[in-house]
């Protein structure tokens, strides 16, 4: 029903840049909250960005101040714009939507295939 594309990722220094892409098909994008989540070898699946459908934005203590995440609902598309990267932030990143209904319960989740960010000098 939604298909979510990730790209963007790839090799980088510590303290560089990137800007992660997601694109979902799908005209009723605008009403699907948004996610970025990473998961690093021998490590669990971690939140590291969250977006409502109304723009409201969530981060956790390990990236708050250094990502930023956005979104263009006339392009289908979701950002992750990372900074200041440490080679703590190497993972998967896998981009992630769902329909809020009530509280912190989610329905319709879709994941996208990830990609790989590296951050190593």
């Known amino acids: 029903q939604v298909q979510l594309v990730e790209s963007g990722g790839g090799l980088v220094q510590p303290g560089g840049s990137l800007r992660l892409s997601c694109a979902a098909s799908g005209r009723i994008f605008s009403i699907y909250a948004m996610a970025w989540y990473r998961q690093a070898p021998g490590k669990q699946r971690e939140l590291v960005a969250h977006?409502?459908?109304?723009?409201?934005?969530n981060y956790p203590d390990s990236v708050k101040g250094r990502f930023t995440i956005s979104r263009d609902n006339a392009k289908n598309t979701v950002y992750l714009q990372m900074a200041s990267l440490k080679p703590e932030d190497t993972a998967v990143y896998y981009c992630?939507?769902?329909?809020?209904?009530?509280?912190?319960?989610?329905?319709?989740?879709?994941w996208g295939q990830g990609t790989q960010v590296t951050v190593s000098s």
């Open positions: 992630n939507a769902a329909v809020q209904v009530v509280g912190t319960v989610f329905v319709n989740e879709y």
């Open positions: 977006i409502t459908s109304g723009g409201s934005q």
